[in-house]
């Protein structure tokens, strides 16, 4: 270009942005748990949905454990809701996985809690073994599907603004959202120092392997809590003073209070029939 040419003025436009990573978006944070979508579980305030979720929970461990009519009820409340937020089954049933150390335990209780004996295809079990396994189950995996309902349909920072807004000691949610934070950090500090293994020739194939994964725990170690302490002295040299200011003021209406209500109080009218019946 000539040196009369008129230059073009640089705009906003012109200068190129970043794009977030796969998975973040304005926010800057999302979980694996978290499915994106626009529904009206979606749309609700977090704290109406930690609050539902809360006192769901709750009726159902107050549930008699021989009201098994009951539970096969509440399974159909949270398909109605996994339905109502759109959440594919397969997405649900896959994170349920979580509990699996839960069944294991439930399966083992037939056979060494004390009682009455009984025989289940050509086993001699106990009866009260029988009742505490189905009770572990059932109300355990209502209790696991609430809480990954609850994590498909709401993002990690909306979890944290809405249990500030339920109004839990700040300093637990200011370390919850640190431990959720720094977790990912150390994650991917681990990713990294697992590529650099395998790329200069290591495989822990066995024991003799496990010094070098004790040394590179060790040094994982190290580096987090200098760069924890790093963190800490850049958040003081920005006028950090142990609180967190509130930027989004999350508010619920009388409408959207209702609606995360229906789910505990259908369970609740179970949860009294269960009783009374």
Not at 52 to 70: D, L, M, Q
Not at 256 to 264: F, H, I, K, T
């Amino acid at each position: 270009m000539g040196a009369g040419a008129p230059r073009k003025p640089t705009t906003h436009s012109d200068t190129p942005r970043p794009r977030p990573a796969p998975g973040q978006g304005a926010a800057g944070h999302a979980h694996k748990l978290y499915r994106h979508g626009h529904s009206p579980v979606h749309d609700l305030p977090p704290h109406c949905k930690l609050a539902a979720v809360f006192c769901f929970v709750v009726v159902v461990v107050s549930t008699p454990r021989e009201a098994v009519w009951a539970f096969g009820l509440y399974a159909l409340l949270i398909a109605g809701v996994t339905a109502l937020a759109r959440i594919p089954a397969a997405f649900l049933l896959k994170r349920l996985l979580i509990e699996v150390p839960f069944v294991a335990f439930a399966l083992l209780m037939p056979f060494v809690v004390p009682g009455e004996q009984t025989h289940v295809l050509g086993l001699s079990v106990s009866v009260p073994g029988l009742w505490g396994a189905w009770n572990v189950l059932a109300k355990g995996t209502l209790g696991v599907a609430a809480s990954v309902l609850l994590a498909s349909t709401t993002e990690l920072r909306s979890l944290l603004l809405g249990l500030q807004r339920l109004k839990l000691p700040p300093l637990l949610v200011q370390i919850a959202s640190f431990m959720i934070r720094y977790g990912d950090v150390i994650t991917d500090e681990m990713r990294r120092m697992s590529i650099a293994r395998r790329s200069r020739g290591f495989e822990a194939r066995g024991v003799r392997q496990w010094g070098v994964l004790a040394k590179s725990a060790g040094a994982l170690f190290i580096r987090s809590y200098e760069r924890g302490e790093r963190v800490h002295l850049a958040m003081v040299s920005r006028g950090y003073t142990g609180t967190m200011p509130v930027i989004d003021e999350v508010t619920a209406s009388r409408t959207q209070w209702a609606y995360a209500s229906a789910l505990p109080l259908l369970a609740l009218a179970v949860c009294l029939l269960g009783w009374t019946v």
